[in-house]
Structure formats: structure tokens, C-alpha cells
């Protein structure tokens, strides 16, 4: 072979060489020609962990083998390239869940907190007698022991605060910590009641509401914001922006980190006030119901007309945003908010007695599952995962 033609082929060869070796280190970091616009793109991928985790999963209608196993936990679908993907999981005797996910270059989106609402019948686990709802966890209080509570409480504050005439309770929660020790309110003060040791005593002679953060009992009055320790029995009054008027207030609640305030004016309107940095954030008016998620992220409200909303506060590199804005289907004004203990899904209890179990992210759809249709009440215990509600056939129970 003549010298000319050896270095032609030669030189042939180290460009095809360079240019597949290209090729496949550009393939194997993730990049694709996209045919479409004649360009190559990094591709991205969808991480995907679901309970339960024995599901099947689709990509724009076509099934995805999912990884779940012994070994691995979750399912990642990687080499897909920018842009939007619908996602559809099922499982037998399960509700589905479907997505639709906008997948950017060089990233991974992470759904780890998919839960699939079962389908199969409810355990009835209490006849409609049995108090083992009104009970669990010690968390609400039946009509009987509010009865019971009432007259141990106006007999010890007559006999040993010298306060004579029985008074109404007006709002009653026990101990973070016991369940026979409680923090009463009345009309015009604030109590601690003790019912093992029979021992009542006076916090504040005129609080308007109050809550709990950890071991701390904390309540406004004209005065102010204050807070008492309920081991160490001794009590200081709290800071707050002066454009924060306590005479307008109707009711508060901290969050679990006790960092973040929520204020519920009488005029309706709701604001968060951020502890640390002394921010106040309106949230809109009319709202009549809101609660915390168990890290603190998150906060959901409704308005008394139905709408639901779920606002992300700033911690971390998680922005300060709506995560839903006024979800207004399919219930019909929300009286009840729980959250689940994952702080991605919420339970509602509407006007209509029905149960709804709502995922909370800001990619559509919204997934909604109707749980039940006629309750008389609720209970999230995250004890044992599980869903307990009131009808009156009885008391059931879901595992979730």
C-alpha cells in the first residue's frame, strides 16, 4: 500500500476514532442530539419513591420497569431530555397518582413522597359508644370529660384561688407531655388544672387565646404576647413588630420549630410573622382555618368561600412562595386542616362531612383523593400512619 494512501486511511481512522470516543463520553454524561431542533441537549432525569413502592409506572403512556427492590429505593428514570413528561403510577386496590413533571438539563426531579391513598374496605375498629376516637392521642376531649373537667376545675378555683361562681370553659388542651394536666381558658383567664394532685392555678386573669410550642404555653392579651414554661413554671412576655397591634387579633398559633407566628385578625385578615427575622407576611382575608406542617416549611389556610392555599416560608434554599394558590375543587368550605406526618399531603374535612386526602407541590395536577363521605370526625395518628374517623356505624381506621 502506497505511503500517501496509508497516511490518508491512517488519519481517516484517528477522526473516526475521535469522533465516536466524543460521542460516547458526550452519550455518557447525558447528552443527546435532539432531531427536532438539530442541536444537542443534557439530558435530565425523574427520580420517582412511592408508598407503597410495589407499583407500576408509565412515561408519556408507556411503561417504565420500576427499580424498587431490596437494594435500591425508588426508581430513577434518567437520559430524558428538557422538557415535559406526564407520569402515571397505580397499584392494585389504590387511588393513582399523575404528574406532570418539566424535566431541565443536568438535574434530577425528585418526587420521594408519593403516597397512593388505598382503596380497600375500612377496619371498623370502635362501636359508636366506644370514646377511643374522641381519645387518641389525648387531643381532643369528649362532651363527658369536658363535664367532668368543668366541675373538678370551678371547685378548685373556688376552694383554693378564693374566685367564687362557677365559670365556662371556654377553650381546654392538655400537656404536650400528660394528659392529666391542663391548660384551661375561660372568658377572661388562663389556668393551669392538675387532676392527679387536685391543683389549680392562675397564669393570666385576662388571655384571648393561646397554644403550645414544645414544653411552653403561650397566649396574648391587651398587654401583649406572652409565654409560660410549664416545667419550670415561670413566664416572660415576647417582642413583636410594632405594625402588629394585639388588640386586633383573634386567635395565634406557632409553628412546631416555635419560629413562625400566624395571626388571625378579627377583621379575618392572616398574617405570618417570622420570629428570627421579625418579617411580617400578609396571607389575605377571609381566612377562617389554617395549620402548620409538622417541619415548620409549610403553611396551609382556607377561606370560609372553599379555597385552599399552601405557602412555602423561607428556610434555607427553599424560596418564600405559594406552593398552591386557591385550590377550589371539589370540596365545599373547608372546616378542618391536618397534615400528614411527611408535610407533602393534607387532610380536609369540609361542611359536606366528607374527607379528602390533597397532595401538596406546585406541579400539576393536584392529586385528590375523596377518603370518605359522611364523618363526624378525624384524627391523623402518626403513631401507627393511620386515618381514623367517626360515622355512625362507628369508628374506622385506614392504614396508610
Known amino acids: 500500500m ?5 497516511k490518508i486511511l491512517f488519519l481517516t481512522l484517528t477522526i473516526i476514532f475521535v469522533l465516536i470516543g466524543t460521542i460516547l463520553v458526550l452519550y455518557s454524561r447525558g447528552a443527546r442530539f435532539d432531531f427536532k431542533n438539530w442541536e444537542i441537549v443534557q439530558t435530565g432525569g425523574i427520580y420517582l419513591k412511592s408508598e407503597p413502592a410495589d407499583v407500576e409506572i408509565q412515561v408519556d403512556g408507556e411503561p417504565v420497569k420500576n427499580k424498587s427492590g431490596l437494594l435500591q429505593s425508588g426508581t430513577l428514570i434518567n437520559n430524558l431530555k428538557p422538557g415535559t413528561y406526564k407520569i402515571f403510577i397505580q397499584a392494585q386496590d389504590y387511588h393513582s397518582w399523575e404528574k406532570e413533571i418539566r424535566v431541565v438539563s443536568s438535574t434530577v426531579a425528585v418526587f420521594d413522597g408519593i403516597i397512593l391513598f388505598p382503596k380497600q374496605k375500612a377496619e371498623l375498629v370502635a362501636s359508636p359508644t366506644d370514646k377511643l376516637l374522641l381519645e387518641l392521642n389525648g387531643k381532643v376531649i369528649n362532651d363527658s370529660e369536658l363535664i367532668r373537667l368543668s366541675s373538678i376545675f370551678n371547685q378548685l378555683k373556688e376552694r383554693q384561688l378564693h374566685l367564687p361562681g362557677p365559670v365556662p370553659i371556654k377553650k381546654i388542651l392538655p400537656y404536650p407531655y400528660n394528659d392529666q394536666k391542663f391548660v384551661i381558658m375561660t372568658d377572661h383567664a388562663l389556668y393551669t388544672l392538675d387532676t392527679e394532685k387536685r391543683a389549680v392555678s392562675q397564669v393570666s386573669p385576662r388571655a384571648k387565646d393561646f397554644t403550645f410550642v414544645g414544653n411552653e404555653v403561650f397566649w396574648f392579651e391587651d398587654k401583649g404576647l406572652s409565654n ?4 419550670l413554671r415561670n413566664q ?32 379575618n385578615e392572616f398574617v405570618i410573622w417570622n420570629r428570627s427575622t421579625s418579617k411580617v ?7 377562617t382555618h389554617f395549620a402548620f406542617s409538622p417541619d415548620s416549611k409549610k403553611i396551609a389556610f382556607a377561606k370560609e368561600t372553599g379555597p385552599l392555599s399552601v405557602y412555602g416560608i423561607k428556610d434555607g434554599a427553599q424560596e418564600e ?21 411527611d408535610n407533602n399531603y393534607l387532610f380536609l374535612e369540609d361542611k359536606q362531612s366528607k374527607l379528602y386526602f390533597v397532595e401538596v407541590n406546585d406541579y400539576p395536577p393536584v392529586n385528590v383523593v375523596k377518603a370518605v363521605t359522611k364523618i363526624k370526625n378525624f384524627i391523623y395518628s402518626k403513631d401507627d400512619n393511620s386515618l381514623y374517623w367517626q360515622d355512625p356505624q ?3 381506621r385506614v392504614k396508610l
Do not use: D
Request: charged content about 20%; hydrophobic content about 40%; aromatic content about 12%.
Open 321 to 341: 412562595k405559594y406552593i398552591l394558590e386557591s385550590v377550589s375543587h371539589p370540596w365545599t368550605g373547608i372546616t378542618k386542616i391536618s397534615w400528614h406526618e
Open 394 to 396: 362507628g369508628i374506622w
Open 281 to 287: 407576611t400578609g396571607l389575605g382575608k377571609g381566612i
Open 236 to 267: 416572660s412576655q415576647i417582642n413583636f413588630p410594632q405594625e402588629l397591634k394585639v388588640a386586633e387579633w383573634s386567635k395565634i398559633t406557632f409553628s412546631p420549630s416555635g419560629e413562625i407566628v400566624a395571626i388571625l385578625k378579627k377583621n
Open 2 to 6: 502506497p505511503s500517501k494512501v496509508r
Open 228 to 231: 409560660f414554661n410549664l416545667i
